[in-house]
Each structure stands twice: as C-alpha cells, then as structure tokens.
C-alpha cells in the first residue's frame, strides 16, 4: 500500500498561487519514490491549470468536492464526471467543514463516494469528532459511526480512502496525542476489516488535523496510517514538501 501525501487547499490560492504547483513540481522530481504518492485538491477554478501544470510529473489533482448526481439541474454544482474529465484522479468527500457549512449528513456522503468512484475518481472519505464528542469520551462512538452510514454500497474492489481529522484540530494547531491518534485508527481499521474481511486490511487510512513538517515524522510512523491529509502546510511547497519527504 502506498503512502499518500494530499494537500487541501480549501477556498485558498489565487493564480499567482499556482507557481507552488510548479514548486511541488519540480520538487517531486528529484525526491518521488514508489511508496508515496503526492496529491493537492485545488479550489476547482484551478483544477484544470494544475492537471496542465503537473503533465508528465508524479504529482495528481483532486477536487474538494462533488455533487451527487451525474448531471441536472443543479446551479453551481459540479459533478464527479466533469471533475474526472477535467483531469481530477480523486475528491474529497465529506470534509467536516462541508458537514457544518453546508449541512452535509452520512447519507449524502455516502451517495457522492458512489458518484465519484462511478465517475472514476477516488473518494477521500473524511470522518471526526467535535471538541465536545472528544470530551464527552464518545470519539470513537461517533467517528465509527460517521464511517459506517458514509461508506456506500459498492463494487468489491472499487477503491476508496478513509481520512480521520477531529474537528478540533482542523486548522487550530491542536493536535491528538499519538496514542489517541493510533487509538483511532486502529479502530476504523478493525472496523473496516469486520466489513470487508482481508480487503479490510488494505484500505488506505489517512490523519489530517493540523498535520505540519514537524510533527509528520511521528504520525506517519504509526501502524494504521498510510499518509495524510494536509490543510495550511499545503499552501506553501516547502512545507509540502518537507511533508512528503518524512512519508518517504
């Protein structure tokens, strides 16, 4: 299983900020290895430029989101299938700010992962808890929650990840103790393996929350996670960078 490194950018990065696409880019070059791919999820005004940016390179463009349905009568919506012929290779599904923004449930997740690996995209499915579920001591049961009632009916072998970001720790520099880190993931691990049996084993897990040069070594060391999804460090090719070079 490989290790991936994918950048959110969120609603972040004006064409000047393509140049960092270029960085990564060129970056890349000289440090890719076959054990750790490379992702960055751009605002979708900008997804084309950086497919056309990263011809050729190691380096894939994700989208942040999709819509359910293929096509229809939807204003500002997008579907899986023009993200994927605009060059997309994954999306990101459910990430908790869609949860609280746009008050996105389970069952609504569930039918954009099935749209998107439909589409031929690969779902990011994204799953946390709040400040007050942690303190609560119900983490675990609303995380195993979220990622039972997200995970749609699908093919056996259609592909899909799994990211963990608890919502406290998006954006604020918190971050979970390695061991509440590893504690979580073992359990979506032990949970996906209940549901798809030796399958289970291979489904790609990774952390996001406040993931930053610094402290990536250490969570990526862990046993359950295979990479990690990257906020503010994205914005910047250094720290990206610097990132991905821990993973490799």
């Given at each position: 299983m490989q290790t991936l490194i994918a950048g959110n950018w969120k609603m972040n990065g004006t064409k000047s900020s393509l140049e960092e696409i270029d960085q990564i880019v060129r970056g890349l070059d000289t440090a890719t290895t076959e054990t750790v791919e490379a992702l960055i999820c751009p605002p979708v005004i900008w997804l084309t430029d950086c497919v056309a940016r990263c011809a050729g390179s190691s380096l894939k463009i994700g989208a942040q989101d999709c819509h359910e349905a293929e096509k229809g009568a939807h204003t500002g919506d997008i579907s899986a299938s023009m993200l994927h012929e605009a060059g997309a290779s994954h999306?990101?599904?459910?990430?908790?700010?869609?949860?609280?923004?746009?008050?996105?449930?389970?069952?609504?997740?569930?039918r954009k992962a099935k749209?998107?690996?439909?589409?031929g995209?690969?779902?990011?499915?994204?799953?946390?808890e709040s400040l007050k579920d942690r303190q609560a001591g119900k983490a675990n049961t609303v995380v195993l929650s979220q990622l039972a009632a997200s995970l749609p009916q699908m093919a056996p072998d259609a592909p899909f990840i799994i990211a963990y970001e608890p919502i406290w720790?998006?954006?604020?520099g918190l971050t979970p103790t390695l061991f509440e880190i590893q504690d979580m993931h073992a359990g979506i691990r032990a949970a996906l393996s209940a549901q798809y049996g030796?399958?289970?084993?291979h489904i790609p897990l990774l952390y996001g929350g406040s993931m930053k040069?610094?402290?990536?070594?250490d969570i990526l060391g862990l046993e359950d996670i295979?990479?990690?999804?990257?906020?503010?460090?994205?914005?910047?090719?250094?720290d990206f960078l610097a990132i991905?070079?821990?993973?490799?």
């Open positions: 999306v990101i599904i459910g990430h908790s700010e869609r949860r609280q923004d746009h008050f996105e449930t389970d069952p609504l997740i569930a749209a998107a690996f439909t589409a995209l690969i779902p990011i499915i994204c799953i946390g720790a998006i954006g604020t030796q399958r289970g084993a040069p610094d402290n990536a070594a295979n990479g990690g999804l990257i906020g503010g460090a994205s914005l910047k090719a250094r991905y070079a821990e993973a490799a």
